[in-house]
C-alpha cells in the first residue's frame, strides 16, 4: 500500500482534497446562471441576499472554539478580507446584472475572462507565470470568445450592454480571488468566508436602498430562488474556492472556473431552454483544451 510523504497533501484517486473542493465548488456555480436568468427577483436583491444568507450559514458553524478565531485575525488580514468582500460585491453588482441584457452562455464565457486579469495582477505583484500555464489561458480564452461571438455577430445595444457588465465582472472577480489568496494565508477559511460575504452584502444593500431595489416583500417562488442561489452559488460555490486557495494559486483556480461556462451553458438548455447557437460546441472544446493544458502546467510545476 503506498503512503503519502510526510507533509503531502491529502489526495483521493490522485487529486488532492483541495483539489476536490474545486470541483465541487464549479458544479455548484454552474447552476447560477440559469438560477438568475429565470428568477423574477430584482438583480441587486439577489445578490445582497446571496451574500448576508451565505454569511448567515457559516456564522452557524462558527459558533464555539472557532468563533474565537475571530480574535486572532491580525490586520494585514481583516484588511485582505474586507477588501474581497468588497470586490465581490462589486462582481455580483456587475456580473447578476448581465444575465438580464445578454444570455448565459455570452454572460457566463465573458466573465469567464477573469483568469486573464487574475495571470496579470500574478505578473504585476512579480509572479512568474509559466509559458504553458499562459498558452492555456490564451486557447480558453479564445473559446470564450467564440462563445460570445454570438452576441457580436447581431448586435444589439441590449446584448452589448450585458457583454459589457460580465466583462468588469470579471475583472472584479479576478481582483476578488487574487485578494482571497492573500487572505487565506492567515485567515482560516469559514471565518474568511463569513466576513466577506457578510461585507460584501453591506456594500449590495447600500446598492438597493441607492437605487431604490426592492428587498423585501418577495413571493414563495422568488424567495426559494434566492436560497436555492445562496446555497448551490454561494454556500456550495464560493466557500469551497475560498478553501481551494490554501494550495491552489488564483490564476490556476481562476482559470478552472472556466467550467462555468459549459456547465451553464448545457443546464440552461435542458432547464430554461435557452439554446445556444451552434459555435457554441467548438468553444467549449478549446476551453476544456486550455483548461487542461493549464491544470498540467501547474501538476509539472509542483
Known amino acids: 500500500m503506498r503512503t503519502q510523504p510526510a507533509g503531502s497533501p491529502r489526495r483521493f484517486w490522485g487529486i488532492t482534497m483541495d483539489g476536490w473542493a474545486l470541483g465541487v465548488a464549479l458544479l455548484g456555480i454552474c447552476t447560477t446562471g ?68 445578454t444570455t448565459v452562455a455570452s454572460s457566463t464565457a465573458l466573465v ?12 504585476i505583484r512579480g509572479q512568474k507565470v509559466p509559458s504553458r500555464m499562459l498558452a492555456g489561458i490564451i486557447i480558453a480564452i479564445l473559446g470564450a470568445a467564440v462563445l460570445a461571438g ?22 472584479a472577480a479576478a481582483a476578488y480571488v487574487t485578494a482571497g489568496q492573500h487572505a487565506r494565508v492567515s485567515v482560516p477559511t469559514l471565518p474568511y468566508s463569513m466576513l466577506a460575504y457578510a461585507s460584501a452584502s453591506i456594500w449590495l444593500f447600500i446598492v438597493c436602498g441607492v437605487t431604490g431595489t426592492q428587498t423585501l416583500g418577495y413571493s414563495s417562488v422568488q424567495w426559494q430562488s434566492i436560497i436555492l442561489l445562496t446555497l448551490c ?29 459549459p456547465g451553464s451553458t448545457i443546464i440552461a438548455a435542458a432547464w430554461i431552454h435557452q439554446q445556444p447557437p ?21 501538476t509539472r510545476a509542483a
Open 112 to 123: 469567464a475572462t477573469q483568469p486573464v486579469w487574475a495571470a496579470l495582477m500574478a505578473m
Open 150 to 171: 454570438s452576441d457580436f455577430a447581431f448586435t444589439s445595444p441590449r446584448a452589448l450592454f450585458g457583454d459589457a457588465l460580465a466583462l468588469a465582472g470579471a475583472i
Open 34 to 101: 440559469p438560477i438568475i436568468t429565470e428568477s423574477s427577483a430584482p438583480v441587486f436583491a439577489l445578490a445582497a441576499w446571496r451574500c448576508l444568507l451565505g454569511a448567515a450559514f457559516i456564522a452557524i458553524f462558527l459558533m464555539g472554539r472557532q468563533w474565537r478565531s475571530l480574535r486572532e485575525i491580525s490586520r494585514s488580514g481583516w484588511s485582505a478580507t474586507l477588501l474581497a468582500g468588497a470586490l465581490l460585491a462589486l462582481h455580483f453588482a456587475l456580473w447578476i446584472p448581465s444575465l438580464r441584457f
Open 278 to 298: 451552434v459555435q457554441v460546441w467548438p468553444a467549449l472544446a478549446l476551453v476544456l483544451v486550455g483548461l487542461a493544458v493549464v491544470v498540467r502546467s501547474q
Open 233 to 261: 452559488g454561494q454556500v456550495i460555490g464560493h466557500t469551497l474556492i475560498n478553501k481551494s486557495l490554501r494550495t491552489i494559486s488564483a490564476t490556476v483556480a481562476s482559470t478552472a472556473i472556466l467550467f462555468e461556462m
